[in-house]
């Protein structure tokens, strides 16, 4: 048994029964373990070979159902702001803060809660 990367191709090769080779095929499985993969359909192609002839190429598409991820949001975690009486606004979070989206270049909406609120 051989397997490709480069052109995808799945060589299985030695004498065994028409039953083990059945079984064998039928219990292959595509993964893809990109996060993001390109949604585009596979499609498996598949030949057998009684050592004179192929058999007639058959294919299978194996189509893709994206699902949506969460964002991720990256900051300094030991980031901390001290705010002086009657001066300038502190920064809250610094150039370190970061969010990345695998499935869109926009956000909808971003919460921020203060905890401990102390005057109103």
Request: cysteine-free; proline content about 6%.
């Amino acid at each position: 048994t051989f397997y490709d990367n480069v052109t995808g191709q799945l060589s299985i090769v030695g004498e065994a029964p028409v039953e083990e080779y059945q079984a064998l095929l039928r219990s292959l499985q595509y993964s893809n373990s990109l996060d993001e993969p390109t949604p585009v359909p596979r499609v498996v192609t598949i030949t057998v070979n009684d050592g004179l002839l192929d058999s007639i190429a058959r294919y299978s598409t194996i189509n893709f159902v994206m699902t949506n991820d969460p964002p991720r949001l990256f900051f300094n975690q030991s980031n901390v702001a001290s705010y002086v009486e009657d001066a300038a606004p502190a920064l809250v979070f610094d150039d370190t803060l970061y969010i990345e989206d695998d499935d869109d270049l926009t956000l909808q909406t971003a919460t921020v809660r203060i905890a401990n609120v102390q005057d109103q």
